[in-house]
């Protein structure tokens, strides 16, 4: 039995395409028509890698090449490799999908943009600086979900120690809250500029992100007359309906 010709039917072979053949791709469902040298303008890419020599895809029912990811952002990753022309549009997304695709120059270009170059050198770098920020984050929203049966909210203490001479007084402000058998989620102290406010304000941006509806005020715990007053409690709120 002979193989099927390609040629004659219209049909790609991933196995048989030049360096200059016109390929037709269906991207999850996103098609796209563009030429191998094309995708390979970038040698060290992951786009390069799936089309190289021995070509790492397979072909759909109509012959595109064919590669099991969400396309939605594609149009913008093949304008650079045939332009270098940026998105003006959904940044983030875009630099995500370079991020997969390991397109190292556009990721570049992508984080000099407004968008990117405040997130990526303002805030994350930031929140390095801030012990165990990712893992609270977690943590808080692991706390919130177990706490969402037949309730309508899930409210959490963060404890916030913006300085070394905060977190001296740490066990004395977690101890006034032992009476109503209360925990808090603890953040800081940290050596960077950015406020308490900017932190919480981070907490809420990273959540919400995650898709949860949150809010955050300050709280006071109930205290008898010698007690002492710390201002290091928040309040966070996720409504679930």
Not at 41 to 59: C, I, M, N
Not at 119 to 143: A, T, W
Not at 188 to 212: N, Q, T
């Amino acid at each position: 039995m002979s193989l099927p010709d390609y040629k004659s039917t219209g049909k790609q072979s991933s196995s048989a395409l030049s360096h200059s053949s016109v390929v037709q791709l269906n991207v999850g469902g996103h098609l796209f028509s563009t030429t191998l040298s094309t995708l390979r303008r970038h040698p060290d890419s992951k786009v390069a890698e799936l089309f190289g020599s021995q070509p790492k895809v397979s072909t759909d029912a109509q012959g595109r090449l064919f590669i099991d990811r969400d396309g939605s952002h594609f149009g913008a990753i093949l304008e650079f490799l045939r332009s270098e022309k940026l998105p003006t549009e959904n940044i983030r997304e875009v630099y995500t999908e370079a991020v997969h695709y390991n397109i190292k120059p556009l990721m570049k270009r992508l984080e000099e943009t407004p968008e990117l170059f405040g997130e990526l050198v303002g805030r994350q770098q930031f929140l390095s600086r801030v012990p165990h920020y990712k893992e609270n984050i977690e943590v808080l929203i692991r706390i919130a979900r177990a706490e969402a049966v037949a309730a309508r909210r899930s409210t959490i203490l963060i404890c916030v120690m913006r300085t070394e001479d905060d977190l001296g007084f740490y066990d004395n402000a977690v101890n006034s809250l032992e009476a109503g058998k209360e925990s808090a989620v603890t953040f800081g102290p940290w050596k960077a500029e950015p406020s308490v406010r900017d932190l919480l304000d981070c907490v809420k941006m990273d959540i919400e992100s995650r898709g949860y509806n949150v809010s955050i005020e300050a709280y006071v715990p109930e205290r008898s007359f010698l007690s002492k007053s710390y201002d290091f409690f928040y309040k966070l709120t996720f409504t679930w309906w």
